[in-house]
């Protein structure tokens, strides 16, 4: 993707996965909010509830975050958004690390629009 296709940086539901080992794959669901070139949010995966932040750059299409589980570990991401996904490579403070991919949530018919008010 080239910088004259911007990147739609859509706050919600996010899911996908990371590699953790040699052809093992964990999924993991996300609650992110993209605002002013940054981004926070919440998810839970295998491991617990995490928190995030970090920024993101719509010219470059690049996003980077630190995750923070509840129990303290601490894993570091590097994205790159392209075709309506965010893919890249982690690492954690014990030099862990492998890929990831992330992609909106499949709208839920049960969702309740933004605009009413709840």
Same mark, same amino acid.
């Given at each position: 993707?080239?910088?004259?296709? *911007? #990147?739609?940086?859509?706050? !919600?539901? &996010? ?5 953790? =080992?040699?052809?093992? $794959?964990?999924? #993991?669901?996300?609650?992110?909010? #993209? /605002? ?6 919440? %998810?839970?995966?295998?491991? %617990?509830? +995490?928190?995030?932040? !970090?920024?993101?750059?719509? *010219?470059?299409?690049?996003?980077? &975050?630190?995750?923070?589980?509840? +129990?303290?570990?601490?894993? +570091?991401? =590097? %994205? #790159?958004?392209?075709?309506? /996904?965010? &893919?890249?490579? &982690?690492?954690?403070?014990?030099? $862990?690390?492998? %890929?990831?991919?992330? $992609?909106?949530?499949?709208?839920? *018919? +049960?969702?309740? *629009? ?5």
């Amino acid at each position: 993707m080239n910088s004259t296709e *911007p #990147f739609d940086f859509a706050s !919600g539901q &996010w899911t996908g996965f990371v590699n953790n =080992r040699s052809n093992y $794959r964990t999924q #993991f669901d996300l609650l992110l909010q #993209f /605002r002013d070139n940054h981004l926070t949010g919440v %998810g839970n995966d295998e491991n %617990g509830m +995490f928190v995030l932040s !970090g920024d993101y750059d719509a *010219p470059t299409n690049e996003c980077k &975050w630190i995750q923070t589980y509840l +129990f303290g570990t601490t894993v +570091f991401y =590097r %994205g #790159f958004c392209e075709n309506k /996904r965010i &893919w890249g490579t &982690w690492k954690s403070a014990n030099e $862990r690390h492998g %890929g990831f991919e992330i $992609r909106p949530a499949p709208k839920s *018919p +049960f969702s309740i *629009p933004a605009s009413s008010g709840l």
